[in-house]
């Protein structure tokens, strides 16, 4: 399907761009957003702060229940079509994509968006993670498989992917 393919290289999910998976990213003290280019038209009229981003006063929890909240964040973002959002959790691995000539978040998202199915935006909408599913490989880095998502509506490897979360700066996310 088109969007697994788009969302993949979004987040950078094939196997062949796995090799970068092993490498940490950088902790540098400026967040992963503001590393974004802010060269797209929209980045002007987007909100300072994401709604998905922890107030400085309350990082997100370092725990995997934190990165099951910050997943679900992701999910139903992409199924309210909130580019914002998923662009600012998915923010790492989709400037890893860029980097390969994929294009900014935020028009590359607009594009996954338009090629999922009304009704998988509806389940992603009220989708949820499965703890129990999760992958835990190092308490900075928890891997979100396919199965995990639990949704009114089946998705597979091929339509949604699956992403590694890390703990970057007082929150989770997606880098791979």
Known sequence: MAVSACVALVACGPEETRKDADAKPSRSSASPRAEEPSATPSASARPAKPTAAPTA?????????????????????????????????????????QDQGLGPCTSTYALVVQMISPEQKKALRT??????????????????????????????????????????????????
């Not at 997943?71 to 914002?84: K, N, P």
């Not at 129990?132 to 639990?150: F, G, L, N, S």
Request: with cysteine.
């Open 127 to 176: 989708a949820t993670v499965d703890p129990q599913r999760i992958v835990v490989r190092t308490p900075d880095t928890i891997e979100m498989p396919v199965e995990a998502v639990r949704a009114s509506a089946t998705f597979s490897e091929s339509d949604l992917g699956s992403y590694t979360l890390e703990y970057i700066e007082d929150d989770w996310y997606i880098t791979d």
């Open 57 to 97: 006063d309350t990082p997100a929890p370092r725990t995997e229940a934190g990165a099951v909240r910050r997943y679900g964040q992701y999910l139903h973002a992409l199924g309210r079509e909130d580019i914002d959002t998923v662009c600012e959790v998915a923010g790492p691995a989709a400037r890893k994509a």
